[in-house]
């Protein structure tokens, strides 16, 4: 028995990347080996009977309970604690115990959150991959022969005044702006990454009457009915980006995840929004990235802002895309973009050129005043 434990301490002291391995051949024996131990450690309880134990600690219950497997986890951390084993792996391991834990006592649970800003209410929703069955039936819908493989479709993130308008921003109504006829530009795209993948199984399967990158032009769902409906215009105006570089102290953050797409692992398309409330202000970014091995990077961002107090919005639509060998990421030599580089979104996209900008004033409905304003005196 020594001798067997001793080998898969060996096994964890040899490195990383063999432990990685190692580790899930192991597992079972591990869990074998806590389960002894505890068995060891406890004694049966005459107060509660046959097939109750009194661990030691105080807690009670049967070997299969979650208690029990609490005490594996963490008997799994405590050994690689003891080999010195390497950081990343013990966060990855202290992670997952975490994760477990949480998942054992509470389940797969949505969130959503609701702050408020003034007459404004901010809500971020979560919640879990849409089913296939629902996936099937929005397909049908938008007259599109495959969606996203990971579509969160109850994800959402709203802005809403109290007298009922506002603006959304949703998975569905992304996709309905996805193209779903011939497009020269896209399918140009598609054609020329067929192209350059001939050999690959998939080289066929983008070749569709439909936008397979899922590129959409999405700016945001306006809510509100009759006259509580708030009316957009062109505008000149610029958003101060340097102004929301300033060091603010943020009062609510937060981030969400509508769909992504690896597009049969030769790249990624996805879409998020993510939202900050600065005391006086709060300032949204709507980011598709889409990128497109060996063949083009495509970033689309609407940007929109509010200052506390105002009676409009300022929102900015923008698209950037170059070509890879543009970039110089194809992975040969002569100083272009790190390949490592393209799939970081946020220091990849100053890179990319400007194809479109598209300013917008979003003006608010005119809001009744306050109860015992405007009265004569």
């Not at 995840?257 to 597009?263: A, M, R, S």
Request: with cysteine.
């Amino acid at each position: 028995m020594r001798r067997m434990r001793s080998r898969k301490l060996d096994v964890i002291q040899s490195g990383p990347s063999r432990l990685f391995r190692r580790r899930l051949v192991t597992s079972i024996s591990f869990q074998s080996v806590a389960l002894r131990r505890s068995r060891r450690a406890s004694h049966k309880d005459p107060k509660h009977g046959n097939g109750r134990r009194v661990v030691s600690g105080g807690r009670t219950g049967t070997f299969r309970s979650a208690d029990s497997s609490f005490r594996r986890r963490h008997f799994r951390l405590e050994l690689l604690r003891r080999t010195r084993a390497p950081p990343q792996l013990m966060n990855l391991a202290e992670a997952g115990a975490g994760f477990l834990s949480s998942m054992m006592s509470h389940g797969f649970k949505s969130s959503r959150q609701d702050f408020g800003f003034g007459p404004w209410t901010v809500t971020a929703a979560k919640n879990h991959i849409m089913k296939s069955r629902d996936v099937e039936r929005l397909a049908e819908e938008l007259n599109i022969p495959s969606l996203p493989e990971m579509l969160f479709g109850d994800n959402l993130l709203r802005i809403q005044h109290q007298d009922g308008f506002g603006i959304e921003f949703n998975a569905v109504d992304a996709l309905k702006r996805v193209s779903v006829g011939e497009d020269t530009v896209k399918v140009a795209c598609a054609q020329e990454w067929q192209e350059s993948r001939s050999d690959s199984e998939h080289s066929k399967e983008v070749a569709r009457p439909f936008d397979w990158t899922y590129s959409t032009d999405y700016r945001g769902t306006l809510l509100g009915e009759g006259a509580a409906q708030i009316r957009v215009s062109d505008t000149d105006e610029r958003i101060d980006i340097e102004r929301l570089k300033a060091r603010e102290h943020i009062q609510f953050f937060e981030e969400v995840l509508l769909f992504e797409d690896e597009l049969h692992d030769h790249g990624v398309s996805a879409l998020s929004v993510k939202i900050r409330v600065m005391p006086a202000s709060f300032f949204l970014l709507l980011r598709f990235f889409l990128r497109v091995d060996g063949v083009l990077v495509r970033v689309h961002d609407t940007r929109l802002f509010h200052q506390a107090g105002a009676d409009h919005m300022l929102r900015e639509f923008s698209t950037r895309e170059s070509s890879v060998a543009a970039l110089g990421g194809g992975g040969g030599g002569g100083g272009g973009v790190p390949p490592a580089l393209l799939t970081d979104p946020e220091q990849l996209v100053p890179l990319l050129q400007v194809r479109l900008t598209h300013r917008e004033r979003l003006q608010l409905p005119a809001q009744a005043p306050p109860p015992g304003e405007g009265e004569a005196q």
